[in-house]
Structure formats: structure tokens, C-alpha cells
Nanobody, 117 residues
Framework: QVQLVESGGGLVQPGGSLRLSCAAS????????MAWYRQAPGKQRELVAE???????NYADSVKGRFTIARDNAKNTVYLQMDSLKPEDTAVYFC???????????WGQGTQVTVSS
């Protein structure tokens, strides 16, 4: 059974930092493109950052220079370090595992991030 379990969300003041974690099980983790998406109320889900094993991360323009995606294949975990947070970063953040060659994709349940003073 595949599971992606996110953690690390919460309430933070503008300018603050949070680190999200996503622990995967039931998949060959290193084979998957790991990504973080987010969805704010009334908006479509959008890609925040994605990372293939051995490659550099790709980021949405809105988070470049503030967010960093990293993965630890030995721990089957992907991280999202979020710095200089803004109120517009408020959303539910979802972990995603994608293997296009296998047409296989999985989602976590999401974790709420709220940036507010």
C-alpha cells in the first residue's frame, strides 16, 4: 500500500520559516519525481517545486529564492524548506510522487500552512 504522509505545517508569521516533510512508503522512492503542490481556497492546485533524483529542483516563479526542495532517498523522504513566508503562501500543501514512464502518480493528504500575523 502506497502512503505519502506530510508533516510540518502550521501557523507562522510573515517572514518566518517552516519545513515540510513527506515520508513515502510502498514505492521505489528513488525512481519517482517528488514534488510539492499547493492549493489555496478558491484556487487551482499549483506546482510549487519538484525534484528528480540527481537533478536540481524546479520551482514556481512565486517561490524561487525562498523555498528549497530536497530529498533523502535513503529515508524515502522529501522536504520543502520555506523561508521568508508571505501571506499569499497560505494554502494546503500536498506531496506528490510521479513516475511518468509508469503512468503512476500518488498524492499525500495535505498539510495546512497559514501565514498570518
Amino acid at each position: 500500500q502506497v502512503q505519502l504522509v506530510e508533516s510540518g505545517g502550521g501557523l507562522v508569521q510573515p517572514g518566518g520559516s517552516l519545513r515540510l516533510s513527506c515520508a513515502a512508503s510502498g514505492i521505489r522512492f528513488s525512481f519517482y519525481i517528488m514534488a510539492w503542490y499547493r492549493q489555496a481556497p478558491g484556487k487551482q492546485r499549483e506546482l510549487v517545486a519538484e525534484l528528480t533524483s540527481g537533478a536540481s529542483g524546479n520551482y514556481a516563479d512565486s517561490v524561487k529564492g525562498r523555498f528549497t526542495i530536497a530529498r533523502d532517498n535513503a529515508k524515502n523522504t522529501v522536504y520543502l524548506q520555506m523561508d521568508s513566508l508571505k501571506p499569499e503562501d497560505t494554502a494546503v500543501y500536498f506531496c506528490n510522487a510521479n513516475r511518468p514512464a509508469w503512468r503512476t502518480q500518488y498524492w499525500g493528504q495535505g498539510t495546512q500552512v497559514t501565514v498570518s500575523s
